[in-house]
């Protein structure tokens, strides 16, 4: 029977997802400062891809309609609020990881600001310094 494996000195690599989680928290923890209040209660999640009911189907989908970053779900009895990201859309947009990063980062913002009912400018001062 063999023992437990011994750790290497290789570093664990990081799946696709998991990078992607970890841009979203990024990004969570970068509004926390200003609105640590307001997010304690919200979750945040990821989704491979819209639902299709959110895409619409057929010739509808030509009307330059571009794919959604995310959606908000307010709290709802004992449910929380919500803010859910969609990964492969967001991939898709961006040429490098750092364009990602900040993809990532604007999609935050802007369900946040959604979900609290301001404008993206005022839940983060630099959104439009960044467009």
């Given at each position: ?7 290497s000195n290789?570093p ?12 979203v ?7 926390k400062?200003?609105?640590?209040r307001?997010?304690?209660e ?7 891809v ?13 009307d330059?309609?571009?794919i959604?970053f995310g959606?908000t779900?307010p ?15 967001l991939e898709?947009?961006a040429?490098?990881?750092?364009m ?11 369900q ?6 301001l404008p993206?400018?005022?839940?983060d001062?630099?959104f439009?310094d960044r467009?």
């Amino acid at each position: 029977m063999r023992g437990p494996l011994a750790p290497s000195n290789v570093p664990i690599a990081r799946s696709r997802s998991e990078r992607f989680d970890d841009l979203v928290l990024d990004a969570v923890d970068r509004l926390k400062p200003r609105w640590a209040r307001q997010l304690a209660e919200v979750e945040f999640a990821v989704e491979e891809v819209p639902p299709l009911a959110q895409l619409g189907d057929g010739p509808g989908r030509l009307d330059g309609e571009p794919i959604p970053f995310g959606r908000t779900q307010p709290a709802a009895g004992k449910n929380p609020a919500v803010v859910v990201l969609y990964r492969r859309p967001l991939e898709a947009r961006a040429r490098d990881r750092d364009m990602l990063g900040a993809l990532v980062h604007e999609a935050v913002v802007e369900q946040v600001a959604e979900l609290l009912g301001l404008p993206p400018e005022t839940v983060d001062p630099g959104f439009d310094d960044r467009r």
